[in-house]
């Protein structure tokens, strides 16, 4: 986003000011509204689309039910809607898929309008967990309130928060039936989504609950560009070792290196085999006996460098398949990369096995354990609903070939597979609103039973308030606590 600065500004402004109201208001992405006929044009693409290539039909519902959805969506678009609406609309329509991995976001162009906002936020900063709210934090030092940190709040200008969680739940998008995922990214953006969604008034009321019974505060909006961020989880470990291309850091848990806490923010496309090649030959080198697999937040990336990670864990080789039921994009016009997709699957073809049932091609890759720096150690793997797409991968393979335990929630992704690989962006002609739809499924071949669910932990964990304000991490005290380390 560029930001106009000093007397560029003043120039600006001064160049608007000449301007009509009338073209102003024409100028303006955010307020300007589409009619029936537009909004029902690329309502009618996104679901051609859709019906064309998403891997996700005949998974968890039949190609009948995605018709209906999209059927009932476009015959109720009656009236003109701004880009934001209609987005809004849109996502809730995608939330129906169970494809996590399928988004609609806004327009390049209000991105750019958008970014030169000063928007009205609370100055409080709220945390939900489960379906409650707490005050967590204050972005403004000078607020003299009821509202300590570690209070409940029950209503939010005049809404209950438990209703406020569940309606901007149903903007997220989840593969299959797992509610894990929302319940993280709600606890991480609650504080933006629920002033986007349900207004950003000049004044907030907020009622809570005090020692003294229920008591209600009004304070002023703050007018800022953006929130600072959510002050979640633990301080940064100055022990641990980086490397930051690959995304990843380690550090010793013990002064006798038997434990190794390895955290993969990301599965990055860049350094990660370097990276695990002085990993594990260190583990080797310093007769490391445990593994502590940090996979919390960790929302995929790269599916080589999944393989890669596995093929260090598991004992035996494991099939990986993926699956597509196009040989080219439709409607290229709309959307770029074709080449690229093409590209991938010849590399599959190449690298694994091809085989064609009906019109859906399937590409499997085995993953072989390597002989050099091979871990055969105990495994234990962090894991909340952050953990997603590739992340998912890993520790379904883990935890079905027997690898590892798993402490924390479950999983985002599900232990069956997603849709992801490839997942190109279609702009919808009117709008210009970006679709992402995906071009593969991901299978996970050690086993294909269809749940909706991810990988459960052995070790549940449940934060409350309290956990969070002192910023401990419970997973990593249970891992402790298993491995005796002090």
């Known amino acids: 986003m560029f930001l106009l600065k000093g ?95 399928t988004e609609v976001i806004a327009s390049r162009r209000s991105f750019r309008e958008m970014g030169r906002l000063r928007q009205n936020f609370s100055p409080f900063i709220f945390v939900p967990i489960g379906e409650k709210v707490y005050m967590l934090a204050s972005a403004s030092k000078k607020q003299d309130s ?105 550090r010793y848990l013990d002064k006798g290196k038997q434990t190794m806490l390895l955290k993969i923010d990301k599965f990055s496309h860049r350094k990660d085999a370097k990276a695990y090649r002085r990993l594990f030959r260190k583990m080797r080198m310093n007769k490391t006996s445990n593994l502590v697999l940090d996979l919390r937040g960790n929302g995929g990336g790269s599916l080589a460098n999944s393989y890669r990670l596995l093929s260090y864990l598991v004992n035996e080789e494991v099939p990986q398949t993926l699956s597509t039921g196009i040989r080219r994009y439709p409607y290229r016009k709309y959307t770029g990369g074709d080449m690229w997709f093409r590209f991938t699957r010849v590399v599959y073809k190449l690298i694994g096995e091809k085989k064609t049932v009906h019109d859906t091609d399937y590409f499997t890759y085995r993953i072989k354990p390597r002989k050099k720096n091979h871990f055969n150690g105990r495994v234990l793997v962090l894991i909340n609903g952050g953990s997603f797409s590739a992340s998912s991968l890993v520790s379904a393979y883990l935890y079905y070939k027997g690898r590892a335990q798993f402490i924390g929630t479950e999983t985002g992704g599900t232990r069956e597979g997603c849709n992801a690989g490839i997942t190109p962006y279609y702009v919808l002609p009117n709008t210009h609103l970006k679709a992402r739809i995906p071009a593969f499924r991901i299978v996970h071949d050690v086993d294909q039973r269809i749940t909706g669910r991810g990988v459960m932990p052995d070790y549940p964990i449940r934060y409350g308030i309290t956990d969070i304000l002192q910023k401990r991490d419970l997973e990593l005290m249970k891992a402790k606590e298993l491995l005796n380390i002090e």
């Open 7 to 101: 007397r560029t500004i003043l120039i600006f402004t001064l160049l608007l000011v000449g301007l009509s109201s009338c073209r102003s208001r024409k100028e303006s992405i955010l307020q300007k509204k589409y009619s029936p006929e537009q909004l029902k044009q690329d309502a009618t693409l996104f679901r051609d689309v859709v019906l064309k290539m998403h891997p996700v039909i005949g998974i968890y519902k039949p190609r009948a039910y995605y018709e209906g959805l999209f059927d009932q969506f476009i015959g109720q678009i009656k009236d003109s809607l701004t880009e934001k609406e209609f987005r809004f609309k849109l996502k809730m329509l995608a939330e129906g898929f169970l494809c996590g991995h």
């Open 146 to 250: 009821i509202l300590k940190k570690g209070i409940e709040v029950t209503r939010i200008n005049g809404v209950e928060v438990d209703s406020m969680l569940r309606h901007c739940k149903r903007f997220l998008t989840s593969d299959g039936y797992n509610t894990s995922s929302k319940d993280y990214y709600v606890m991480l953006g609650f504080n933006v989504y629920y002033q986007s969604i349900f207004g950003r008034p000049d004044t907030f009321e907020v009622e809570a609950k005090t020692e003294t019974g229920m008591k209600t505060q009004r304070y002023p909006a703050l007018k800022v560009r953006s929130l600072p961020p959510v002050p979640l989880g633990p301080k940064d470990d100055s022990l641990f070792v980086r490397y930051k291309k690959a995304a990843m850091k380690y």
